[in-house]
């Protein structure tokens, strides 16, 4: 079975500071990715990787960084925290190589409150 | 610009009812994917069942079956014999690219005993 882990599940921090949640999937999957899920806005991609060291934008990358040094581990950095980032965080990933399939896997998911 | 769109934001059955979530989508693609993923309270989003659009059958998987309206874009989940278990949000996704996905706002099933 394919596992998504992410680092915390609740998560609270103070406006201002630097914070890094963490992915790790153990599926050798090359696509991972990072969404905001608020309620009545369903799913918001941040960012997404297709590749080690490789990046791209989603819909709101406004104040968030991503960093993926090694195949399995996606981090997302909020540089200065701001109480708007106040949400679900979920971690997916998935793999080209499913043919036919293209599903993506979550992780459980980290509730970052900042107050 | 590719949409989802789930109208209904909440919806109730009885157990052992049947219940149909919508979802309409929108692209000028001829091939793409079409997922509808559960989230149960508190726990992991899964995938119940996929489309593929190259294919006029519906998908079925046991009690979860789609009624996938291609040229309406249409993309309805029927869920049978509903279980108390079933109770989650469910999200409606789309894959035009293989790598992004486009989720919709969400419908929260309430299963009542």
């Known amino acids: 079975d394919v596992k998504v882990t992410q680092s915390s599940r609740y998560l609270v921090k103070r406006t201002g500071e630097k914070v890094f949640l963490e992915c790790v999937q153990d599926?050798?999957?090359?696509?991972m990715f990072w969404y905001r899920q608020d309620p009545g806005l369903g799913l918001r991609l941040i960012y997404f990787?297709?590749?080690?060291?490789?990046?791209e934008k989603g819909d709101i990358p406004e104040g968030y960084s991503v960093s993926r040094e090694k195949k399995e581990r996606f981090s997302l950095i909020l540089e200065s925290a701001s109480t708007n980032q106040t949400s679900m965080y979920l971690c997916?990933?998935?793999?080209?190589?499913?043919?036919?399939?293209?599903?993506?896997?979550f992780g459980p998911g980290t509730r970052l409150t900042v107050t | 610009a590719q949409t989802v769109t789930q109208s209904q934001p909440e919806m109730s059955v009885q157990e052992a009812e049947t219940v149909t979530l919508s979802c309409t989508y929108d692209?000028?693609?001829?091939?793409?994917?079409l997922f509808w993923y559960k989230q149960p309270p508190s726990r992991q989003m899964i995938l119940v069942i996929r489309?593929?659009?190259?294919?006029?059958q519906n998908a079925t998987e046991n009690r979860f079956s789609v009624n996938f309206q291609k040229a309406a874009k249409s993309f309805s989940l029927k869920i049978s014999d509903s279980q108390l278990g079933d109770t989650a949000m469910y999200f409606c996704?789309?894959?035009?690219?293989?790598?992004?996905?486009?989720f919709g706002s969400g419908t929260k099933l309430n299963v009542k005993p």
């Open positions: 997916a990933s998935s793999s080209l190589a499913q043919i036919g399939s293209y599903e993506q896997y």
């Open positions: 599926m050798d999957h090359e696509n």
């Open positions: 990787s297709y590749d080690v060291k490789m990046k």
């Open positions: 692209t000028s693609e001829n091939n793409y994917y």
């Open positions: 489309q593929e659009a190259y294919k006029q």
């Open positions: 996704a789309a894959t035009y690219n293989f790598n992004k996905f486009y």
